[in-house]
């Protein structure tokens, strides 16, 4: 399988589209590192308007931490499209070239095929993660330091300490990872029921989308499908930003509010990864390969 996935991982990053997606996320990350060092002035005194009379913040709002948090938030709607871009590829893209067959002549079960493709596109979904880090968190740091996160949350205001922000975006972003993961695995199952990649990837974003829609929607008929969705549970990385406090209404160093939460988040994505993938060798195992 080793071999296997090395070959996988080669048919990936021969493709300029892959490249594509990297500078894509270079690009928009860009865009707002430099909008907002130019304007951040503006743009703080835009979200502290409603506070000013209630409480002032000491230290540095527009600091790396908060910058990284913006990107997350912005970035993590549309890096979906670039995971299917690749995901949704790996068997509708072999069917079109006409080489899937020419695949199955080689000394490899089935399943050990589907597998190594499979895990060739979680590594592209962890290498595009780890640039938006990267980019996102590391540079943004070093472009405009660190101090407290200040969030706004619906009904509230978060105010993180520094010393205790950095492992709270190392969960975010291996949570973030779990979420991309199943987007892949989504895409990855739809590229078995097409011989062009334009199909899957479509379809891919239109499950997204639709369930997004039911996930945010707040209709008493759609109440009992959501804790199913996959889409419900892709943005619980931002419980890492809300902690406990004591009966003085300060925050707990190194708590999380609703640690339970995440757990079922996970379970919930890691269920539909191994559904999609599971469902993707046994169509596999049965399919009759013509092209």
């Known amino acids: 399988m080793w071999t296997h996935l090395q070959i996988e991982l080669y048919k990936i990053f021969r493709r300029p589209r892959t490249y594509l997606a990297f500078a894509a996320i270079t690009a928009l990350i860009a865009v707002i590192q430099v909008g907002l060092f130019m304007d951040g002035k503006e743009y703080t005194e835009f979200v502290m308007a409603d506070f000013e009379g209630s409480f002032s913040v000491d230290g540095k709002i527009l600091n790396g931490y908060f910058i990284c948090y913006v990107i997350l938030q912005l970035l993590l709607v549309h890096v979906p499209l670039l995971i299917a871009l690749i995901a949704a590829d790996m068997i509708s893209g072999e069917a079109n070239m006409g080489t899937l067959r020419v695949l199955l002549t080689k000394p490899h079960s089935r399943s050990a095929i589907v597998l190594a493709k ?14 938006i880090a990267v980019l996102g968190l590391f540079v943004s740091m070093w472009v405009f330091g660190t101090d407290d996160l200040f969030l706004m949350k619906s009904s509230y205001v978060v105010i993180v300490k520094e010393s205790d922000v950095f492992w709270r975006y190392a969960g975010a972003f291996c949570f973030a990872a779990l979420s991309m993961v199943t987007v892949a ?9 097409a011989e062009n990649s334009i199909g899957p990837i479509v379809a891919t974003m239109s499950v997204i989308i639709v369930a997004t829609i039911l996930s945010t929607m707040n209709i008493p008929i759609f109440n009992t499908i959501k804790p199913f969705l996959f889409t419900t549970h892709m943005i619980t990385w931002k419980e890492f930003f809300d902690f406990k406090v004591n009966d003085a209404n300060e925050a707990i160093i190194g708590s999380i509010q609703n640690p339970d939460k995440i757990i079922r988040s996970s379970l919930v994505l890691v269920a539909h990864i191994i559904a999609f993938v599971g469902a993707a060798v046994l169509v596999f195992r049965k399919k009759d390969i013509l092209s």
């Open 118 to 131: 499979f895990m060739a596109s979680v590594v592209y979904t962890l290498l595009l993660l780890i640039w």
């Open 185 to 193: 695995a989504l895409g990855f199952f739809l590229s078995f029921f």
